[in-house]
């Protein structure tokens, strides 16, 4: 067992991030037996779920004539506009049926304001609302993180950089993660990632 100062983040392990869903990644299920069996190793195990109302401004169906997978200006800056997903009480918004979710801790809600989306597991997309998280883990003593989950190039890499950010030891499991993988985006979030500090690990 790890000591009570190392959490594990598992991040989206949702229907609609695996094959199937909404926006799935591709093999997004095939991690999961590698996140269950980690999960007994930790003290402290946070998941997150994506969770956001019918109208999100991140879906493309919110604006009009776009097209998901389409990029638009908002008020903070560039943002994706994905496929409708992870809509709030839907089955696609629910966690994949084989992700152990009873030994978690705790299970930290994000993009729930329609107006911002939140890729991050710490702040929402405007990089200043924070979720929560943070404090959570800085009271109950935790220095070092290591993320799992979906997407690599997306909510696990803004949540890993702002983690490293904040002053957390953070490791990522490269191979307990996939990616989207848009335009790019995973060679992008991975040299990102290194810059910030990251570790990846197999
Ligand atoms: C995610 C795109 C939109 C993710 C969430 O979990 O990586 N990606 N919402
Ligand atoms: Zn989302």
Redesign the pocket.
Known sequence: MRPTTEALIV??V?ND?CPGGA?A?AGGDAIIPRVNGLMDGFAVKVLTQ?W?PADHS?FAASHEGAEPFSVTEMSYGAQ?L?PS??VQGSKGAAFHADLRTDPADLIIRK?FRAAV?S?SAFFENDHETPTGLEGYLRTRGVTDLTLV????????A?SAIDAAKLGFNVTVLEDACRA?DLDGSLAKAKAELRAAGVRLEA
């Open positions: 991040i989206d949702q991030f926006l990644v994506d956001h991140s994706v994905w997903h992870c993009g989306d890729y989950g979906l997407a690599t190039d997306f909510c696990v803004y989207i």
